[in-house]
């Protein structure tokens, strides 16, 4: 991994738009609908090549994480706080197993993250992200897109593709002062182990009635959220897809 130069800092490191997968039974995701990435700052430039700035941002860190890092959005952005776990701050648990952190927001936390996908925008771009756009976000991509009908097999890759710009997002939070001191690259917290979105996909999967099982019993919106994955999913010509 390249750490990354000091230009470098002042965007996203760890951003990207989720449209272009293969979802069972045909059809694929649309791009400009879902975004996940690292937190932004408020020095950053714009990204490339995605629709900036997105509709709605769903912000899944705790308010006490924010300090003086909270980026004032445009006012035709709607945000919303949605924290999921503070068992997965970065700032604070460098050093904790990531499978225990997901099982705790697996286990104890299902009502936190559907109130999350609660809020995707089911008409324009939603941004999602945490500190690192890894765990919770990770989390939280994971059911979207298991809901939307993605293999299991490409969820998974799409959590280990943060490990590609994962150098970049811990210059940015130690430049930041948003981890502990001493921390390095190989602290667990940083880490994407398999095992880990595994144990999310393996929840929400082998739940009674499935992912749209799992999502109504934790207290998902389903009409809303079916809406959202009608705006997501599209026929290999662009049209919306039909369940």
């Not at 937190?39 to 509709?55: F, R, S």
């Not at 097999?153 to 130690?174: K, M, Q």
């Amino acid at each position: 991994m390249t750490l990354s130069s000091a230009s470098d800092l002042r965007t996203f490191a760890n951003i990207r738009d989720l449209g272009g997968m293969r979802v069972a039974g045909g059809g694929i995701t649309a791009a400009n609908v879902l975004i996940r990435s690292d937190a932004p700052y408020p020095d950053d430039e714009d990204p490339v090549g995605m629709p900036w700035p997105p509709a709605t941002v769903v912000d899944l860190r705790d308010p006490t994480e924010l300090g003086r890092m909270a980026v004032t959005w445009p006012a035709n952005v709607r945000v919303v706080h949605r924290p999921v776990s503070s068992g997965a701050r970065v700032d604070r648990l460098a050093d904790t197993a990531l499978v225990d952190i997901y099982t705790a927001m697996m286990r104890t936390g299902g009502h936190r993250l559907t109130a999350a996908l609660n809020e995707f925008d089911p008409s324009g771009a939603t941004l999602v992200h945490c500190a690192a756009g890894k765990d919770r976000t990770g989390v939280i991509i994971a059911i979207a897109l298991l809901l939307a009908g993605v293999d299991e097999s490409s969820v998974i890759a799409d959590y280990h593709r943060t490990e590609d710009g994962i150098a970049g997002v811990f210059e940015r939070l130690r430049s930041r002062k948003r981890i502990p001191a001493g921390t390095t690259l190989e602290a667990p917290i940083l880490r994407t182990p398999r095992e880990a979105i595994e144990l999310v996909v393996g929840d929400v999967t082998g739940a009674r009635g499935g992912a749209w099982g799992w999502f109504e019993e934790q207290g998902g919106d389903v009409e809303r959220f079916r809406r959202w994955v009608g705006n997501f999913v599209r026929t290999e010509t662009g049209e919306a897809a039909r369940d």
